[in-house]
T-cell receptor
Framework: DAGITQSPRHKVTETGTPVTLRCHQT?????MYWYRQDPGHGLRLIHY???????DKGEVSDGYSVSRSKTEDFLLTLESATSSQTSVYFC????????????FGEGSRLTVL | TQLLEQSPQFLSIQEGENLTVYCNSS?????LQWYRQEPGEGPVLLVT?????EVKKLKRLTFQFGDARKDSSLHITAAQPGDTGLYLC?????????????FGKGTHLIIQP
């Protein structure tokens, strides 16, 4: 058990509303990541963090913002949700090996109507 | 963008048969990992390969990293229904994947009793 908790696990919202997904880790790891998983696209990186207040964009960052005010929490915000953001979102932490293994949370399923 | 192409996308075989899943790229990766994902859960790390030509065995699963570190394969011997799941390969660029891993789209494997 990698000690990663995502909340909420399921959410249904309407187009145009703001949404925040939370990832909480108990491992005190430096690196944290947000991915989305869609049929036909696999897992794609949205944003990642390499420390408190240190974040960078991934492959599909448009429409998303992140914040990390403390080591254990990494928040993903959709300022104005769109139907194309309907997806399953996974948070991950990077292991301590130099090879970059990831440990994932259980995912947050978001539906934007 | 570095791409990882997995094949086949879908595979359904009978219990006891052998199978191989492929992960190919035109880019070199510093390491390559295989994950397994079950419905409603996050991906779980199976193995990491680092050295070109490396072969690792995990019970009935054999993982190989290509000599040029651009491709990998997963071979399952005498498949069992418990092997059913989504298998994902993921590559780390230089820097040990600190900026995230690149994932293939996955292979959906079904082992029928």
């Amino acid at each position: 058990d990698a000690g990663i908790t995502q909340s909420p696990r399921h959410k249904v919202t309407e187009t145009g509303t703001p949404v925040t997904l939370r990832c909480h880790q108990t491992e005190n790891h430096r690196y944290m990541y947000w991915y989305r998983q869609d049929p036909g696209h696999g897992l794609r990186l949205i944003h990642y963090s390499y420390g408190v207040k240190d974040t960078d964009k991934g492959e599909v960052s448009d429409g998303y913002s992140v914040s990390r005010s403390k080591t254990e929490d990494f928040l993903l915000t959709l300022e104005s949700a769109t139907s194309s953001q309907t997806s399953v979102y996974f948070c991950a932490i990077r292991g301590l090996q130099y090879t970059g293994e990831l440990f994932f949370g259980e995912g947050s399923r978001l539906t934007v109507l | 963008t570095q791409l990882l192409e997995q094949s086949p996308q879908f595979l359904s075989i009978q219990e006891g048969e052998n199978l191989t899943v492929y992960c190919n790229s035109s880019s070199v990766f510093s390491s390559l990992q295989w994950y397994r994902q079950e419905p409603g859960e996050g991906p779980v790390l199976l193995v990491t390969v680092v050295t070109g030509g490396e072969v690792k065995k995990l019970k009935r699963l054999t993982f190989q990293f290509g000599d040029a570190r651009k491709d990998s394969s997963l071979h399952i011997t005498a498949a069992q229904p418990g092997d059913t799941g989504l298998y994902l390969c993921a590559g780390a660029r230089s820097g040990g994947g600190a900026d995230g891993l690149t994932f293939g789209k996955g292979t959906h494997l079904i082992i029928q009793p």
